[in-house]
């Protein structure tokens, strides 16, 4: 039984900075591409940012590059998003991915396999 469970989400200040976790189990991690989503109240869902399974290439959404980063621990079977320079607009419900054949592309939800519960991040100021 495949499981994504993510964590550290919370309240914090426009400008603070939060790091999300995701742990894996009941897969083959390092075999997995690894994706962050994130959907706001009343809005669809949306790509944040995704690291693949091979070589570690990161892809970002435009509203959050040189402010967040993806990485991943594969002896850990862990992916995190390390978010800075906060801003209202990041406030959303964050949901991590896993994706092993990506037929659809690396930014499209309905691309991944498997899917965590989320974890709720809200910036106040």
């Known amino acids: 039984q495949v499981q994504l469970v993510e964590s550290g989400g919370g309240l914090v200040q426009a400008g603070g900075s939060l790091r999300l976790s995701c742990a894996a189990s009941?897969?083959?991690?390092?075999?997995?591409?690894m994706g962050w989503f994130r959907q706001a109240p009343g809005k669809e869902r949306d790509f944040v940012t995704a690291i693949s399974w091979s070589d570690g290439n990161t892809y970002y959404t435009d509203s959050v590059k040189g402010r967040f980063t993806i990485s991943r621990d594969n002896a850990k079977n862990t992916v995190y998003l390390q978010m800075n320079s906060l801003k209202d607009e990041d406030t959303a419900v964050y949901f991590c991915?896993?994706?092993?054949?990506?037929?659809?592309?690396?930014?499209?939800?309905?691309?991944?396999?498997?899917w965590g519960q989320g974890t709720q991040v809200t910036v106040g100021s």
């Open positions: 991915a896993a994706g092993w054949l990506l037929r659809i592309g690396m930014t499209a939800s309905r691309s991944y396999d498997y």
């Open positions: 009941g897969l083959t991690f390092s075999s997995y591409a």
